[in-house]
């Protein structure tokens, strides 16, 4: 197929709103930030890019800005350490990569990438995966660069009152106690191809060596150009109970809806029942695409090749 639009979505998290004061700075850096990465994936699709190149572009932005817990910017586990999580899935293929419990590896999404392109394994985790990325010569960085004092302002009171929570920083639109902190990107590129790619700093006072659903195929993160390609934010625990992406194409494939009927169904049936709250962002291969949550907002945005960068935070 060489006719269709390519067209590129990205999320940066979702949870409850507390809306900033009338005149305050609130909403605008993050449509900044979002409508600026779009911006990037939209040039690569234009100029020929892939989809997995589109993904590639923009969660390479969304891990280096620290507004979002990706990167640069993620939060802390109770040990006062990062872990970073990631995946990518090519929709033409199948073919998909993966990484966990990184904390020396500068940018995961790449990580995840260059998993899947050696072909040997989909998950590397820990030790292993960043003795992986050595040997690939990507680029390494001593833990405290994805540090920022925002970030372990939020381990302190979470460890004050006893909680794990799921994102945080001070003064954003989402309230902290109940933002899910994941990035992602989805994009279907001229030749009619699916990808997706998840990125996510993990939960704030989390216990050491949790994982959540971004870097589990299937559960974050899910692509097949007969379908769509799926890119999570929520709850983990109840999104890999749920296997949520892959539920969202598995009720295109074989109960016949569409992209906007299937992806509400996997979050209002699959996901609010078990007390999973979150969202996702999925297009399918013509070039439809679905962000539906159950918070009450979620950093998100869209574009299509030539158009103009298209973003929300509010229901």
């Not at 966990?100 to 394994?121: N, Q």
């Not at 540090?147 to 794990?164: D, F, M, N, P, Y």
């Not at 799921?166 to 003064?171: A, F, K, N, R, Y």
């Amino acid at each position: 197929m060489t006719d269709l639009r390519p067209v590129l979505a990205i999320h940066g998290g979702a949870g409850t709103i507390a809306r900033p004061e009338a005149g305050s700075a609130g909403e605008a850096p993050y449509h900044a930030a979002l409508a600026e990465i779009l911006a990037a994936g939209e040039r690569c699709l234009r100029e020929g890019g892939s989809a997995l190149d589109a993904v590639a572009v923009a969660v390479d932005l969304l891990e280096e800005c620290p507004l979002f817990n990706a990167g640069v910017g993620a939060v802390f586990t109770s040990a006062g350490t990062h872990e970073l999580d990631a995946a990518i899935m090519d929709g033409a293929t199948l073919r998909a990569g993966a990484v966990a419990g990184l904390a020396r590896v500068r940018r995961p999404g790449r990580a995840a990438r260059a998993v899947m392109e050696d072909g040997t394994h989909v998950l590397l985790a820990g030790a292993g995966a960043e003795e992986f990325c050595r040997a690939k010569s990507l680029e390494m960085v001593a833990p405290d660069f994805f540090s920022t004092e925002a970030r372990r302002r939020q381990l302190e009171a979470a460890q004050a009152g006893g909680r794990v929570s799921l994102d945080h920083d001070e003064g954003t639109p989402l309230d902290e106690r109940r933002k899910f902190g994941t990035v992602g990107a989805v994009a279907l590129d001229r030749n009619g191809h699916l990808a997706a790619l998840t990125s996510t700093g993990g939960m704030t006072n989390k216990r050491p060596g949790r994982i959540g659903d971004t870097p589990l195929i299937g559960a974050g993160t899910y692509a097949d150009d007969r379908t769509a390609a799926v890119s999570c934010t929520g709850t983990g625990e109840v999104f890999i109970r749920a296997a949520a992406a892959y539920d969202v194409c598995a009720r295109m494939a074989y109960a016949g809806l569409d992209l906007d009927a299937a992806a509400e169904a996997t979050v209002r049936d699959g996901l609010t029942p078990l007390g999973g709250q979150g969202g996702l962002i999925a297009v399918d291969a013509r070039g439809r695409v679905a962000m539906p949550f159950n918070t009450a907002g979620m950093y998100r945005g869209l574009v299509r090749a030539g158009d103009t960068p298209e973003t929300a935070i509010f229901s």
